[in-house]
């Protein structure tokens, strides 16, 4: 007798007539599926938990409950949850670094060294910052070491820098011989105390520095420069 089949269209399945056709390119509802080409999707594609990259399991991006991963070859280079973003969360040996327009190392964050650089790819303090530092506010620091051979250090308008030899820390400058200046200074108070040295024999004078306010105020002490002391005004 005559054998009667009945196709029904589904997942994959066209039937038409006597023609039954099936298209390979539909993506499952079960089971693993390899499909070639690009697709586009018009709607969400929903994941249980991770898109990897083929034959590397571990470079993945894993969903969680309000937690986005993004691995690379086993390190967790940045985690997003629904208050923080966190780099290098598995406290890996990995560097983050930030490019700029001509700046390769616009910031740097040394993993293995913990340090943290601007402008340079290997900060040698907890920060280290290549170039110039503006600030609005106020600077609190324990202690502040000068760089300079020696540790010495010139702080001046000008010819400001590193000292070569000895341990002094002086105000003036290393580029303009005879020319050193210290004043104490406030401009509502008419009344500065300064030590000052521009040319002239022997030590430097002490005397009230600020052209401004020293008409009638004045100490002076220049031994070897002439007048060796003097209490009183001009």
Not at 161 to 172: A, K, N, T, V
Request: a negative charge; hydrophobic letters at 35%.
């Amino acid at each position: 007798g005559s054998v009667t089949l009945n196709v029904s269209a589904g997942d994959g399945v066209q039937a038409s007539g006597n023609c039954v056709t099936l298209d390979g390119t539909v993506v499952r509802t079960s089971g693993a599926q390899t499909i070639a080409g690009a697709k586009c999707f018009s709607d969400n594609v929903r994941v249980a938990a991770n898109i990897y990259h083929t034959g590397d399991t571990d470079t993945r991006l894993n969903f969680g409950t309000n937690t986005l991963l993004l691995e690379a070859g086993g390190n967790c280079g940045v985690q997003i949850n629904s208050g923080s973003v966190i780099v290098n969360q598995n406290a890996g040996n990995v560097n983050f670094r930030v490019e700029g327009d001509t700046d390769a190392n616009l910031l740097m964050v040394n993993a293995s060294e913990n340090k943290v650089g601007i402008g340079i790819n290997s900060p040698n303090e907890k920060l280290t910052v290549a170039g110039n530092i503006s600030a609005n506010g106020g600077l609190s620091a324990q202690n502040i070491k000068l760089p300079g051979s020696g540790e010495g250090y010139y702080i001046g308008k000008t010819g400001g820098g590193p000292l070569s030899g000895g341990s002094d820390l002086r105000i003036g400058s290393r580029t303009t011989a005879n020319t050193i200046a210290l004043e104490l200074f406030h401009s509502a108070n008419p009344v500065s105390l300064g030590i000052d040295y521009d040319g002239g024999a022997g030590l430097a004078f002490i005397e009230s520095a600020h052209s401004s306010y020293d008409v009638n105020t004045h100490l002076l002490f220049k031994p070897g420069g002439s007048e060796t002391w003097r209490i009183g005004s001009h």
